[in-house]
């Protein structure tokens, strides 16, 4: 992955504040980028937090995990379209900020960097979790703040050619979720399932579809979405395509693969196991396997897990340490987090996203409500804000570009209007999610944190006016 191996590699990381910049031609292929956009994409978060919204939804996550896919697709169909038809350094930060202005620019690059941070820190607390298979009397947090420092050892002193680990780490986790609906469809097909795995599935034992009716299946798609929220990844490894007409074959192949191994996933759990039963404190997929009979595949799962878990962690700190670069470089951060040592590392900006690692992990730790849900929530809510800006910059890079013939991605389909309600789409589940009691602190967060950008923009404007008057 070309991503991690150039990053000891000096180099003028313009956020895209000078509209004629583009990236330097990459040497990454259409599955390099799809392993990056996959592996990149299902963290631990999603082997672990499958369990809630099928408590909260029954067999009708599943249509939800359909309209993520769909919102997802419009989302990477935009980014594909500007990062083909308007390279850019800074990716979708860089064409927020020249398609719609400095403010969309500073918020879209600060957002990404706060959900990065989030996603990190829910990956470590996930990884905790499943750690307490082994060590059961050792705190999460301890655990959590280890596997966090891991990372940030990993980043600050490099390890060679470590994009190949970063591939094989991709292609363990894709595995163990392919692993596990093809064992678990041979149990059933071939009747070798035995115990609760065979008799008490949902779709078994038959019942509602729509258990909590169209409420439940709404109120789950904020942790829905957190399981493709990852897409950020793909995008700031696109401009090292060899050829970026092949990005948009890389994002379909990423978007049906992701689609195919949720969807498939979910529905043999629902199958084999209630979805009343399902655990939201440990894996369902871990606990659906303990019984088969063979509770050593529930064992070697959760290390599976464990071990893959580090790519997306690695990738969220990498992608977080560039963004920040990025924006101090362009004075929306202080400049000093943009200062890259001799062999191209900014340990400024790794001590910066580590104290924001520390302190998500430690605060949310100290909050009365169950910690992962937190973190997801938030991270979710923030999510929503940067795929509204990303499609909102489409449709003004649409605009602008008035009757010529544009190059679209097949992924933005139905656009201008598929794109349009795709955005009226995301409000309706952020003020639907609002209205759940127990996603409101997440919320709250999320204003709380857009309030604080949006004071640091007026702040870094009214400096950036004082020099350009000086």
């Not at 020249?98 to 959900?115: N, S, V």
């Not at 084999?272 to 997929?285: D, E, K, L, N, Q």
């Not at 909050?367 to 992962?372: D, G, K, Q």
Request: hydrophobic residues 50%.
């Amino acid at each position: 992955m070309q991503r991690m191996e150039t990053r000891h590699r000096p180099a003028n990381r313009d956020i895209g504040r000078a509209e004629s910049t583009t990236p330097n031609k990459g040497s990454m292929g259409v599955a390099e980028l799809v392993f990056i956009g996959v592996g990149g994409i299902i963290g631990a978060g999603f082997f672990l937090g499958a369990g809630l919204p099928i408590r909260t939804a029954g067999p009708s996550v599943l249509i939800a995990f359909v309209l993520g896919a769909i919102v997802t697709a419009q989302v990477i169909g935009a980014l594909s379209t500007l990062a083909v038809a308007d390279p850019q350094k800074g990716s979708f930060v860089a064409h927020s900020r020249k398609y719609l202005g400095e403010y969309a620019g500073f918020l879209q690059g600060w957002t990404y960097y706060i959900t990065s941070v989030l996603t990190i820190s829910s990956e470590a607390v996930a990884m905790s979790i499943f750690t307490r298979m082994w060590l059961p009397h050792v705190a999460t947090w301890i655990t959590a703040s280890l596997y966090a420092l891991v990372i940030v050892a990993i980043n600050a002193f490099g390890i060679k050619n470590f994009g190949r680990i970063e591939s094989l780490m991709s292609v363990l986790k894709i595995a163990a979720l392919v692993g596990f609906i093809v064992f678990i469809g041979y149990l059933l097909i071939f009747g070798a399932g035995r115990g609760a795995l065979a008799a008490q599935g949902s779709f078994v034992r038959g019942g509602s579809f729509f258990p909590h009716g169209a409420t439940g299946m709404f109120q789950s798609m904020l942790i829905v979405i957190f399981a493709y929220a990852g897409i950020g990844v793909f995008a700031t490894a696109a401009p090292e395509m060899k050829n970026p007409k092949g990005i948009d074959k890389a994002a379909w192949i990423t978007v049906i693969t992701l689609a195919v191994l949720y969807i498939a996933s979910i529905a043999l759990l629902i199958t084999v196991m209630p979805w009343r039963a399902m655990s939201t404190t440990s894996s369902p997929f871990v606990d659906a396997l303990r019984h088969t009979g063979v509770p050593i595949l529930g064992e070697i799962l959760n290390g599976i897990i464990l071990v893959a878990s580090f790519s997306v962690m690695a990738g969220a700190v990498f992608s977080a340490n560039q963004i920040l670069e990025n924006l101090g470089e362009s004075r929306d951060a202080p400049r000093f987090v943009s200062r890259v040592s001799a062999n191209g590392t900014s340990y400024w900006s790794l001590l910066v996203t580590t104290v924001g690692i520390g302190v998500t992990i430690a605060v949310s730790y100290m909050l009365p409500s169950n910690v992962y849900n937190f973190l997801i929530s938030a991270s979710s809510f923030l999510t929503f804000l940067y795929w509204f800006v990303i499609l909102w910059t489409f449709l003004s890079w649409r605009k602008k570009n008035g009757r010529k013939q544009l190059r679209v991605s097949s992924l933005a389909f139905g656009q201008p209007v598929m794109p349009i309600l795709t955005m009226a789409f995301v409000v309706f589940l952020t003020v639907y999610a609002f209205l759940q009691k127990d996603q409101r602190l997440g919320f709250y967060a999320f204003v709380a944190l857009a309030i604080v950008i949006s004071l640091l923009y007026a702040v870094t404007s009214a400096k950036r006016g004082r020099r350009e008057q000086a």
